[in-house]
């Protein structure tokens, strides 16, 4: 079956430190990968999109990559600070309707 | 450059009613999604509609059905509600490329 798994627990990470977040996929072969962030009550933000050929993506303190082998992808935040705090959600462009495919989201909590 | 908007931005509903939701697009965007949120979880796709006509539908009912108009703002109707409707409703507008989604603050529907 198709999934998209994102860790369902929330994030604590220290201020200044690095926060990973991680999107698994199964059975999909995604053209392309966003990464949204959530405030409660608010709709998703976009952040960064990431092609099928490309391995890594940078903007300002954020990075993402992109294994289509391990089918993963990885959402860092360097430095990061109280107000990075929210939901973080992977999502996958898999047709040419440009429809996306959403993981569940995980939270982060940067503590100061 | 005005965003994506949506109203109303909450609603209570009994089971069986009707409802509309709307959506204006962001200037310039011609393309607009709509998305079902339950909580705790990722948006669930409805359906897209560009230049006035639905381009792609996700698994849901025939209940849920929509419009666009010239101006590219856009509706979302659901009929004969059930408790399982109640969720955040987003709207989301994109331009050309179709890839990167504005979101709106979104609908909180409760249908008792």
């Known amino acids: 079956s198709q999934k998209i798994e994102q860790n369902s627990e929330a994030l604590n990470i220290q201020e200044g430190k690095t926060a990973t977040l991680t999107c698994n996929y199964t059975n999909y072969s995604p053209a392309y990968l966003q990464w949204y962030r959530q405030d409660p009550g608010r709709g998703p933000v976009f952040l960064l999109l990431i092609r099928e050929n490309e391995k890594e993506k940078r903007k300002e303190r954020l990075k993402v990559t992109f294994d289509t082998t391990l089918k993963q992808s990885l959402f860092h935040i360097t430095a990061s600070q109280p107000a990075d705090s929210a939901t973080y959600l992977c999502?996958?462009?898999?047709?040419?309707?440009?429809?996306?495919?959403w993981g569940a989201g995980t939270k982060l909590i940067i503590k100061p | 450059e005005t965003g994506v908007t949506q109203s109303p931005t909450h609603l209570i509903k009994t089971r069986g009613q009707q409802v509309t939701l709307r959506c204006s697009s962001q200037s310039g965007h011609n393309t607009v999604s709509w998305y079902q949120q339950a909580l705790g979880q990722g948006p669930q796709f409805i359906f897209q509609?560009?230049?006035?006509?639905?381009?792609g539908r996700g698994n849901f009912p025939p209940r849920f059905s929509g419009l666009q108009f010239p101006n590219y703002s856009s509706e979302l109707n659901v009929n004969a509600l059930e408790l399982d409707d109640s969720a955040l409703y987003l709207c989301a507008s994109s331009s050309r490329d179709r890839e990167t989604q504005y979101f709106g603050p979104g609908t909180r529907l409760l249908v008792l």
């Open positions: 999502a996958l462009g898999v047709d040419s309707n440009y429809q996306l495919i």
């Open positions: 509609y560009y230049r006035e006509e639905e381009n």
